[in-house]
């Protein structure tokens, strides 16, 4: 206080200094035209915030050292007039609301003289600031009231969670008022916090299949002991899962019952465990500790549900071994065992697996059979096949050879299993034969039972030298006219259908020497043609044909003739050929060509042969009178008078028909109660002598229709029109030849031919001239 007492007085002593030789001026001389220097005077003003005393509150003091009765203090600013203002005359400065630092730290103002009168600035405006001091008046708040953490289970003391912020609104370069305490009033036995918010694990124990979560409730203060309600802020831990526990079998033995046809490879049960550990930490392994059937079964694990499926590794055999009995175990190669919380004491368990018995098809005794046989001989027994049934029934075996793998039908198969060949084998046409033989399970009476199991049977046939050589490839070789002598026209080699050994050796030999050439055996299995004498003679032969003799050295040896068809050529003096003509009449046909001219014959003659059938029946069938449309009717029964000799149109020929029967027409009887047709029909009465023989076709109706008259059932060649009756005044009588049984009728039909075209026909059947024949 006396400090500022003195600086205060040292400040009055200089103002003092300065007003004095101002005064002496104006006392003792006039006067001075020179401008004299005035600046601003005032304190550095600062004002505390939330000030408990009434407004206003003073600030200040701004003081210019312009000494003017006229002139007045302003302010200017965006807080001046508003928060602040200034006491025109004095210069005072006062503030009308309570100030909050956290808010505005600070105010920047402007100063001015002015003449009370003009407004005229008196000082140049100047600039100053209003700082306010800061106040504890702020408690600590968390930038969020809720944080969530996680750390892994069973971690170490000391690892660290996570970091928690608290902040001060107060003004930190003032001495602990924006320092922060952290305290954690919930969880402290698990976890502790530093002075920095970073909070942290107190205990290795942390267990998350004991407690998967913790809640931590921690307050925050500043040094003075602000504290309010929202100082506290909450975190939530959740601990992370490590595996750090070992699987446990849900049960302690495991008992399945599986038939003895499973497949390999195909589950036959499932292995349960329990592990507390989150899904993806759970990697159990099931294997068989104790058992002699460790390369029998295989225990795999399912990774979507962390169970052992068991799966058999060979196939079961109900008559072998009818139980499996083994120890399994389930262990975890991942886990954690600085993180193992308890050693488990179910991690084995015991499995029984009860086989039971099924029909098995029979069993060959081999997966396939091979057999050999030399062509073109029939063995007595080419090989056998065996099959058993596995099931202690043990039925009898039957055996067939499936037709589709053998359907030339060269073999056959007894129903003992043994295998023979029906006809003789060419090693050249099929070199191997592949049988499907089937072995059907067959019951006390000797029928299949619908169990069969197949095999495959290969046989080979072995190569017998049983073909000559021939020509390598078909040979065409031209000579000129004029060859000179030992001309090479030539070369050829041999092939031989039949198997050929390394060291084969084939001889060449012309069968007649009487020709102008000459066979070099070259002793490499070719031989050379050459030109014997010299020049040919086209005017005599223009081709010559070579027998060429070629033979192995097999056992038989065999030996083939070729013959080479040498073409004689007209050449140039170059010896190039200019002229061969009987080159295409000498080219050979191919076997293509034969087929194709074969089927084409063949194709011509079938033609032929159904165009002469098909005239000879039509032959047939006019003889019968089948086709002559002149007279071939059909039954049909008309209520009117019909349509004469010419209505010939289809009709059905079992179209009721009705009957004139005394001088009424009688009810139409059914389909069943009609009698036959020809016990209807009534001949008319002879008349008179016979006027001539019948013709040829008059004899041939009358067989036909003795044939009609003896045979109810049959459809008649020639019909019947029945006319409804039309009283007994008509002259019109029944004109059907079939009313008769013979043409030695007396009654003259000479009439008919006055009955216009339409019985034309019916008028020539029935003419008195025997010699004239009917025309068709």
């Given at each position: ?574 010896g190039e050929f200019t002229y061969c003509e009987e080159m295409a009449a000498q080219a050979g046909v191919s076997i293509q060509a034969l087929v194709a001219i074969f089927l084409c014959i063949l194709t011509i003659t079938v033609i032929t042969l159904l165009i002469f059938l098909r005239r000879r029946l039509r032959k047939q069938a006019r003889a019968h009178g089948k086709s002559v449309p002149e007279i071939h009717e059909q039954l049909v029964t008309y209520d009117e008078e019909g349509g004469g000799e010419m209505d010939t149109t289809s009709y059905d020929v079992s179209v009721l028909n009705s009957v004139r029967q005394g001088g009424a027409k009688p009810p139409r009887p059914t389909l069943e109660a009609r009698p036959s047709v020809y016990a209807q029909v009534q001949k008319p009465p002879r008349h008179g002598a016979v006027h001539g023989g019948p013709g ?81």
């Amino acid at each position: 206080m006396q400090v500022l007492t003195v600086l205060l007085a040292s400040a009055g002593m200089c103002l003092g200094l300065l007003v004095a030789p101002e005064e002496g001026t104006d006392l003792a001389q006039p006067a001075a035209p020179r401008r004299q220097k005035r600046d601003w005077i005032w304190n550095q003003m600062h004002i505390d915030e939330e000030k408990n005393t009434s407004l206003p509150h003073y600030v200040g003091k701004i003081k210019s050292s312009v000494n003017r009765k006229n002139a007045k203090y302003l302010l200017r600013g965006e807080s001046a007039g508003k928060v602040f203002r200034v006491n025109e005359d004095s210069g005072d400065v006062y503030a009308f609301e309570r100030l909050d630092r956290e808010k505005i730290p600070e105010y920047h103002l402007t100063a001015l003289v002015v003449d009370k009168d003009t407004n005229n600035d008196l000082e140049s405006p100047s600039s100053f600031t209003i700082k306010v001091h800061d106040v504890n008046d702020n408690w600590p708040v968390f930038t969020h009231r809720l944080f969530n953490a996680s750390v892994p289970e069973m971690s170490a003391v000391g690892t660290s969670v996570i970091r928690v912020t608290a902040v001060d609104a107060d003004d930190p370069t003032v001495a602990d008022h924006a320092s922060v305490m952290y305290q954690i009033l919930k969880g402290e036995e698990y976890f502790a916090i530093d002075g920095s918010g970073l909070i942290f694990t107190t205990t290795k124990n942390l267990d998350r299949e004991t407690q998967a979560k913790y809640e931590i409730v921690v307050e925050a203060r500043d040094a003075q002991g602000l504290r309010g309600d929202s100082g506290t802020a909450t975190v939530l831990v959740t601990l992370q899962d490590v595996n750090d526990n070992f699987p446990i079998f849900t049960q302690t033995k495991y008992t399945f019952a599986v038939p003895e046809d499973i497949r390999v490879g195909s589950s036959l049960g499932s292995l349960f465990v329990e592990d507390p550990d989150e899904p993806q930490n759970r990697m159990t392994k099931y294997s068989i500790v104790q058992g002699e059937y460790r390369d029998t079964f295989t225990i795999e694990t399912d990774p979507n549900h962390n169970e052992g499926i068991i799966k058999p590794m060979k196939p079961l055999d109900y008559e072998y071994i009818q139980q499996y009995i083994f120890t399994i175990e389930a262990t975890d190669p991942t886990i954690n065992l600085h993180h193992l919380s308890s050693a488990s004491t179910r991690k084995t368990a015991r499995v029984i697996i009860n086989v039971t018995d099924v029909d098995e098809p029979p069993s060959f005794q081999q997966p396939f059979y091979h057999f050999q046989l030399w062509e073109n001989q029939k063995k007595p027994l080419i090989g056998s096949v065996r099959a058993k049934d596995p099931d202690a029934a043990r039925r009898s075996i039957g055996y067939s050879i499936r037709t589709t793998s053998d359907k030339g039908q060269f073999f056959r198969i007894t129903k003992q299993g043994d295998i023979y060949n029906e006809k003789e084998l060419d090693r050249e046409v099929y070199p191997w034969y592949n049988l499907t033989v089937e072995a059907k399970e067959l019951d006390s009476s000797g029928y299949s039972t619908g169990k069969e199991s197949i095999v495959q049977v290969h046989i080979e046939v072995m190569d017998e030298n049983d073909n000559a050589p021939e020509f390598a490839q078909p040979y065409e070789p031209r000579v000129c006219e004029n060859a000179a002598q030992g001309k090479l026209v030539v070369q050829i080699s041999a092939i031989d259908k039949d198997i050929t050994p390394r060291d084969v050796k084939f001889k060449f030999s012309l069968s007649t020497e009487d020709s102008n050439f000459t066979l070099t055996d070259n002793h490499d299995n070719t031989a050379n043609i050459t030109v014997k004498y010299g020049q040919f003679d086209r005017e005599r032969a223009k081709v010559h044909y070579l027998p060429v003799l070629i033979s192995d050295n097999g056992r038989p040896s065999l030996t083939g003739t070729s013959t080479l068809v040498v073409t004689v050529c007209k050449c140039n003096e170059h010896g190039e050929f200019t002229y061969c003509e009987e080159m295409a009449a000498q080219a050979g046909v191919s076997i293509q060509a034969l087929v194709a001219i074969f089927l084409c014959i063949l194709t011509i003659t079938v033609i032929t042969l159904l165009i002469f059938l098909r005239r000879r029946l039509r032959k047939q069938a006019r003889a019968h009178g089948k086709s002559v449309p002149e007279i071939h009717e059909q039954l049909v029964t008309y209520d009117e008078e019909g349509g004469g000799e010419m209505d010939t149109t289809s009709y059905d020929v079992s179209v009721l028909n009705s009957v004139r029967q005394g001088g009424a027409k009688p009810p139409r009887p059914t389909l069943e109660a009609r009698p036959s047709v020809y016990a209807q029909v009534q001949k008319p009465p002879r008349h008179g002598a016979v006027h001539g023989g019948p013709g040829e076709m008059a004899a041939m109706i009358e067989v036909k229709k003795d044939e009609a008259d003896h045979d109810g059932a049959g459809p008649p060649y020639d019909t019947l029109h029945i006319y409804g009756y039309e009283g007994s005044e008509s002259i019109a009588e029944s004109l059907s030849s079939l009313g008769t049984d013979s043409s030695d009728s007396d009654v003259d039909y000479d009439f008919l031919n006055d009955w216009g075209p339409r019985f034309k026909m019916l008028a020539e059947l029935y003419r008195s001239d025997p010699q004239v024949e009917l025309v068709y």
